[in-house]
């Protein structure tokens, strides 16, 4: 089946679902509106009263039967989290690492997180140098939602992970105003404005802008950051019972002086090395620059009877630049006197991603066997093109094979040059269409079932050009994948504020990557089941839950140890594939509100992956953690804090064993290294003037650990944040 036939039959799909549920409830009484009934997700505090993200359902945090935490714009507010990485790191069963400075990587249940949502309309989160990991910064969300485990029927292809939901900041019907200044460690400021109101024809058009500015220096030394982000969008009520919104967002991300490396974790001795946490192998001019532009369009409707209908569209553009150098842990190993040894490991890359989505569904009640239950059918397209361009690196005013001596190293090099045709090198294409549909019924009062399906089609291929001509030359990598994918959830009130839920989710996940003889993968298929208890507490102000999880999957990719980084012919890094990886675990959480004065959100996380053999992997990530954060309003004043524990992490890497050749090179071994349990501790105190200015301050860190937030890549281990401090001045108008 052709792609353009495939987009073809999604698209009449999408308008048949909606003109179905059209005519099947044209004839009956309006008794509900957009807002109430698509538009969930209202938040008191730090709890939220309804999502639809994991089934496309209306449902409350009780009734989805998955593991889920929203953040709401207070708890994002209190705990100052500027950014989304920050967000994770207060996430339940989210594990955040980096590479480096500048790549972040985020894990839920030892699996990546990849799969977003803006609006809840798709879109791919990566890392790489040529990617378009830019997360926008947290000033134009509303709030943002994490379901962790499998979310095939709504998301399509991927992992039993989590899928991150970015929900926009809607427009207003009064008018509203707010700014913020921030100000703090390593030369960090900040600033922040929030405009929002009607524009015309009595309110019913009405507008937001959003825009913010940070200015910051870095832990790591010779690091320097700026970036810029502006949102606004536009809404209008077409008539009593359609609303129209439009809008863009902008963010550019521009990384002067980045590390582009972890700290060495070996000499070539044998013995361990230890380089403070400001440690940099970078050069003073690195940089890394990257542009995201994202337009968007979301059009909604009450056709009456409780049902509604809703399509969504986002076109998202990332170009990214970037030159980089660093001292390299890959090759080399420095020597524990003169602190030569290591490698110049360099690149220019420039890249543009371009991706268009689209989200269609209609959802509402419906009357059989003496009873009302609720049904929701829809479907999403998604395509993305990642244009890598012809450039790179034409000459050097230094040896690659020499570093010079890390003990000595100041960041200054002598500045390489460029050339950037403008022309592509490839263009890799990935297309998703899909169709989906689940109905929740009700067959007695404390009785709820929820049972759909999905059917994915996703393909990619690669189109690659002569670096000369910039002529076509070959498609690589041509790959599809067809899969139905079942969900089943099963909830039972055990009382009227306890409930006992089941969950079986289908896993599919294709793998645009490659082995070492650059073959293909073959996708990864299994099962994810979920189970457990979910309750209310004082007048439903605070939710908890309690559930285990267990998947099977096979085809599992893991990055070969038997083949050198970034070794294949298009600059990638080789994978191989596990077997019989078997995920197993628990989670605790809670969220909400104790006392009107006192509120509390986090959780505890156990997860445990071992293959076919019964070998534990993935070991990256921590087989325990625990996130607690609490505030509590104490008249004008604002106390907080929060803790954070993990066990031990570990990777395997070749290092050096104290023995030399004869021709003087290290002997090197697999050898563990490790990061062992560490506890981090947060604390926050803010104080209100009036009830429109408050000033605060924010410590992470608080007792100022040592740890890493990553061991074994490249050899290195890049080191977490120390301490930091961040005061903050806002006022509401």
Do not use: C
């Given at each position: 089946?052709?792609?353009?036939?495939?987009?073809?039959?999604?698209?009449?799909?999408?308008?048949?679902?909606?003109?179905?549920?059209?005519?099947?409830?044209?004839?009956?009484?309006?008794?509900?509106?957009?807002?109430?009934?698509?538009?969930?997700?209202?938040?008191?505090?730090?709890?939220?009263?309804?999502?639809?993200?994991?089934?496309?359902?209306?449902?409350?945090?009780?009734?989805?039967?998955?593991?889920?935490?929203?953040?709401?714009?207070?708890?994002?507010?209190?705990?100052?989290?500027?950014?989304?990485?920050?967000?994770?790191?207060?996430?339940?069963?989210?594990?955040?690492?980096?590479?480096?400075?500048?790549?972040?990587?985020?894990?839920?249940?030892?699996?990546?997180?990849?799969?977003?949502?803006?609006?809840?309309?798709?879109?791919?989160?990566?890392?790489?140098?040529?990617?378009?990991?830019?997360?926008?910064?947290?000033?134009?969300?509303?709030?943002?939602?994490?379901?962790?485990?499998?979310?095939?029927?709504?998301?399509?292809?991927?992992?039993?992970?989590?899928?991150?939901?970015?929900?926009?900041?809607?427009?207003?019907?009064?008018?509203?105003?707010?700014?913020?200044?921030?100000?703090?460690?390593?030369?960090?400021?900040?600033?922040?404005?929030?405009?929002?109101?009607?524009?015309?024809?009595?309110?019913?058009?009405?507008?937001?802008?959003?825009?913010?500015?940070?200015?910051?220096?870095?832990?790591?030394?010779?690091?320097?950051?700026?970036?810029?982000?502006?949102?606004?969008?536009?809404?209008?009520?077409?008539?009593?019972?359609?609303?129209?919104?439009?809008?863009?967002?902008?963010?550019?991300?521009?990384?002067?002086?980045?590390?582009?490396?972890?700290?060495?974790?070996?000499?070539?001795?044998?013995?361990?090395?230890?380089?403070?946490?400001?440690?940099?192998?970078?050069?003073?001019?690195?940089?890394?620059?990257?542009?995201?532009?994202?337009?968007?369009?979301?059009?909604?409707?009450?056709?009456?009877?409780?049902?509604?209908?809703?399509?969504?569209?986002?076109?998202?553009?990332?170009?990214?630049?970037?030159?980089?150098?660093?001292?390299?842990?890959?090759?080399?190993?420095a020597d524990r006197t003169t602190g030569r040894g290591l490698t110049i490991s360099d690149t220019y890359t420039v890249s543009e991603t371009r991706e268009q989505s689209v989200d269609a569904y209609?959802?509402?009640?419906?009357?059989?066997?003496?009873?009302?239950?609720?049904?929701?059918?829809?479907?999403?397209?998604?395509?993305?093109?990642?244009?890598?361009?012809?450039?790179?690196?034409?000459?050097?005013?230094?040896?690659?094979?020499?570093?010079?001596?890390?003990?000595?190293?100041?960041?200054?090099?002598?500045?390489?040059?460029?050339?950037?045709?403008?022309?592509?090198?490839?263009?890799?294409?990935?297309?998703?269409?899909?169709?989906?549909?689940?109905?929740?019924?009700?067959?007695?009062?404390?009785?709820?079932?929820?049972?759909?399906?999905?059917?994915?089609?996703?393909?990619?291929?690669t189109d690659n050009y002569n670096v000369t001509t910039a002529a076509y030359t070959t498609t690589t990598g041509r790959y599809g994948e067809s899969r139905i994918a079942p969900y089943l959830g099963?909830?039972?009130?055990?009382?009227?504020?306890?409930?006992?839920?089941?969950?079986?989710?289908?896993?599919?996940?294709?793998?645009?990557?490659?082995?070492?003889?650059?073959?293909?993968?073959?996708?990864?298929?299994?099962?994810?089941?979920?189970?457990?208890?979910?309750?209310?507490?004082?007048?439903?102000?605070?939710?908890?839950?309690?559930?285990?999880?267990y998947m099977e999957q096979d085809n599992v990719a893991e990055i070969d140890p038997t083949a050198l980084p970034n070794s294949l012919p298009d600059g990638s890094t080789p994978y191989r594939t596990?077997?019989?990886?078997?995920?197993?675990?628990?989670?605790?959480?809670?969220?909400?509100?104790?006392?009107?004065?006192?509120?509390?959100?986090?959780?505890?996380?156990?997860?445990?992956?071992?293959?076919?053999?019964?070998?534990?992997?993935?070991?990256?990530?921590?087989?325990?953690?625990?996130?607690?954060?609490?505030?509590?309003?104490?008249?004008?004043?604002?106390?907080?804090?929060?803790?954070?524990?993990?066990?031990?992490?570990?990777?395997?890497?070749?290092?050096?064993?104290?023995?030399?050749?004869?021709?003087?090179?290290?002997?090197?071994?697999?050898?563990?290294?490790?990061?062992?349990?560490?506890?981090?501790?947060?604390?926050?105190?803010?104080?209100?003037?009036?009830?429109?200015?408050?000033?605060?301050?924010?410590?992470?860190?608080?007792?100022?650990?040592?740890?890493?937030?990553?061991?074994?890549?490249?050899?290195?281990?890049?080191?977490?944040?120390?301490?930091?401090?961040?005061?903050?001045?806002?006022?509401?108008?």
């Open positions: 089946m052709s792609a353009p036939f495939r987009t073809s039959v999604s698209r009449l799909a999408l308008l048949a679902a909606l003109a179905m549920s059209s005519a099947a409830h044209a004839q009956a009484t309006d008794d509900t509106t957009v807002d109430s009934v698509l538009v969930t997700g209202r938040t008191e505090g730090y709890q939220v009263k309804g999502t639809n993200t994991a089934t496309k359902l209306p449902l409350t945090l009780r009734e989805t039967p998955q593991s889920l935490t929203v953040f709401t714009r207070q708890r994002i507010e209190d705990f100052n989290l500027i950014t989304v990485a920050e967000v994770f790191a207060q996430t339940p069963g989210v594990n955040v690492q980096q590479y480096d400075s500048n790549r972040i990587l985020f894990n839920a249940r030892g699996f990546a997180i990849t799969n977003f949502q803006f609006d809840g309309v798709p879109t791919q989160y990566t890392t790489g140098a040529g990617g378009n990991s830019v997360l926008s910064d947290t000033s134009i969300y509303e709030r943002i939602e994490v379901v962790r485990g499998a979310t095939g029927l709504v998301t399509g292809a991927g992992d039993p992970s989590a899928t991150i939901n970015m929900v926009r900041k809607r427009p207003t019907e009064d008018f509203r105003a707010s700014t913020s200044l921030s100000a703090g460690s390593w030369n960090y400021r900040r600033g922040e404005f929030d405009i929002s109101g009607p524009l015309a024809l009595n309110g019913k058009v009405r507008g937001r802008l959003v825009g913010a500015y940070t200015d910051r220096e870095s832990f790591v030394r010779f690091q320097h950051d700026r970036s810029p982000s502006l949102y606004g969008v536009v809404e209008v009520d077409l008539t009593d019972n359609t609303r129209l919104r439009v809008g863009a967002d902008y963010l550019r991300t521009d990384s002067q002086g980045g590390a582009w490396s972890a700290s060495p974790l070996f000499f070539r001795d044998g013995t361990r090395a230890e380089f403070p946490r400001s440690y940099s192998a970078g050069a003073k001019w690195n940089r890394w620059e990257r542009d995201s532009y994202n337009a968007f369009g979301v059009l909604e409707h009450d056709f009456g009877a409780g049902w509604v209908g809703r399509v969504a569209y986002n076109n998202r553009s990332t170009d990214t630049e970037s030159l980089l150098l660093a001292g390299s842990n890959s090759t080399g190993f209609a959802s509402g009640p419906f009357e059989a066997f003496g009873r009302q239950h609720e049904l929701v059918i829809g479907g999403n397209f998604f395509n993305r093109n990642l244009r890598t361009i012809n450039a790179g690196i034409t000459s050097r005013p230094y040896v690659v094979s020499a570093f010079p001596s890390i003990y000595d190293w100041n960041g200054d090099i002598g500045l390489p040059g460029v050339s950037n045709t403008g022309k592509p090198r490839s263009i890799a294409n990935t297309t998703e269409a899909g169709l989906y549909a689940a109905v929740r019924l009700n067959p007695t009062d404390r009785l709820k079932i929820i049972a759909g399906g999905r059917f994915s089609d996703w393909d990619t291929k099963v909830l039972y009130d055990l009382t009227s504020n306890l409930t006992a839920f089941v969950s079986y989710a289908d896993v599919f996940q294709p793998q645009n990557l490659r082995d070492k003889n650059f073959e293909q993968i073959a996708p990864k298929i299994g099962g994810n089941w979920e189970g457990g208890l979910k309750a209310e507490f004082f007048d439903k102000r605070l939710y908890a839950s309690l559930n285990g999880f596990v077997s019989g990886v078997k995920t197993k675990g628990g989670e605790f959480e809670v969220s909400g509100a104790i006392t009107p004065a006192w509120s509390i959100t986090g959780g505890y996380t156990y997860t445990h992956n071992e293959d076919a053999k019964g070998q534990r992997v993935f070991t990256v990530n921590p087989l325990h953690m625990l996130k607690l954060n609490s505030t509590y309003k104490l008249g004008r004043w604002t106390l907080g804090g929060g803790v954070q524990w993990q066990t031990e992490v570990f990777q395997n890497m070749n290092a050096p064993t104290g023995r030399f050749t004869a021709a003087g090179a290290p002997i090197l071994a697999a050898t563990r290294v490790t990061q062992g349990s560490y506890v981090l501790a947060d604390a926050l105190v803010r104080y209100a003037f009036t009830d429109k200015i408050s000033v605060g301050v924010n410590a992470t860190n608080l007792f100022d650990k040592h740890y890493y937030r990553n061991v074994g890549y490249f050899n290195g281990g890049y080191w977490g944040e120390p301490r930091r401090v961040l005061f903050n001045l806002r006022a509401r108008y």
